[in-house]
């Protein structure tokens, strides 16, 4: 099934997040939606937040950080869920009306290009900035909407070997498959884009922000309910579900030996919960000066 992108746009990664992403995410949000919340779980009680703030989530898709912000600020604050897929969004206002707020909305944006009022308090993104195709437009346009002595917090992933979640089915997957070609569509610069304090920190100071602070989050995220969900989690979603999506028939022909390899490495990771391994996140602020 495939959705159509409703924003006007010629941006290939968002009509990818549209037409290829947002079926396998709806799919798969009994299993994503949970391992994202750890990560902001971790940091949510720490955000600068005031009753009264006005707010802006980067990315938001489902919106539940969306909900939890405008919570926060309570009715005289607001919140704006932004994302570039219409039926992420569509999610959000389900939810956020089921929980009778009238504090949010969402608006459906390319937030690397939209106008904003430089009005907002505080900027928020969990795993939303690393799609950017350039970080830098997309970091300053982001810091446009903040108001002189605003703040940004964003979720980003940490390096590949800390995230055995997202990277281990890859390297097995490749023993059997090709690597995916350099022009294969994709989501953008990806999960893994922003991991390098260094290099983020010059991408925010070149797009106009101070005072870059990292701070390392760690978390054992559930990955399927039992052994066989896990192997259908990593063969839809992810750097292992890009090569097998990318392999086309091959991968079809294949499947048999890849789901037993898959069970063969996933198998040590099986707890009485479920599938647990590690991931690993920055959360990453920084100022508006003004
Ligand atoms: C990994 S998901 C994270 C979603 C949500 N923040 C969460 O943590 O559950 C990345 C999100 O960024 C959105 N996104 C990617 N590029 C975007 C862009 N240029 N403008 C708006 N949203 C974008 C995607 O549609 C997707 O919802």
Not at 4 to 25: C, D, H, M
Not at 44 to 58: N, Q
Request: aromatic share 8%.
């Amino acid at each position: 099934m495939k959705t159509a992108p409703v924003i006007e746009t010629s941006n290939q990664y968002i009509e990818f997040w549209n037409a290829v992403l947002v079926p396998k995410f709806n799919s798969w949000r009994h299993i994503l939606a949970g391992g994202l919340h750890l990560h902001s779980a971790k940091v949510f009680p720490a955000l600068p937040l005031h009753s009264g703030d006005r707010v802006l989530d980067i990315g938001c898709g489902w919106g539940d950080t969306a909900i939890e912000l405008a919570r926060r600020v309570g009715p005289v604050g607001s919140v704006v869920g932004l994302d570039c897929c219409s039926a992420f969004l569509e999610a959000g206002r389900a939810d956020a009306a089921q929980a009778g707020l009238t504090n949010l909305t969402f608006r459906e944006a390319d937030v690397q290009t939209c106008k904003f009022e430089p009005v907002h308090d505080f900027c928020f993104s969990r795993f939303g900035t690393q799609f950017f195709e350039n970080p830098v437009a997309g970091l300053r346009n982001m810091r446009s909407a903040l108001r002189p002595g605003g703040s940004m917090t964003m979720i980003v992933w940490r390096a590949r070997a800390d995230n055995p979640w997202l990277t281990l089915s890859k390297e097995v997957l490749l023993r059997y498959l090709p690597a995916v070609k350099e022009d294969a569509a994709t989501c953008g610069p990806g999960p893994f884009s922003m991991t390098e304090p260094e290099a983020v920190t010059r991408q925010l100071q070149i797009a106009g922000y101070t005072d870059a602070r990292f701070e390392r989050i760690d978390s054992e995220v559930l990955v399927g309910r039992d052994l066989d969900e896990a192997v259908a989690f990593q063969l839809a979603i992810g750097p292992a579900g890009e090569i097998y999506r990318e392999a086309g028939r091959l991968a079809e022909c294949r499947h048999g030996e890849l789901v037993a390899a898959l069970k063969e490495e996933l198998k040590e990771f099986v707890r009485p919960e479920g599938v647990m391994m590690k991931s690993s996140s920055w959360m990453v602020t920084a100022q508006n000066p003004g």
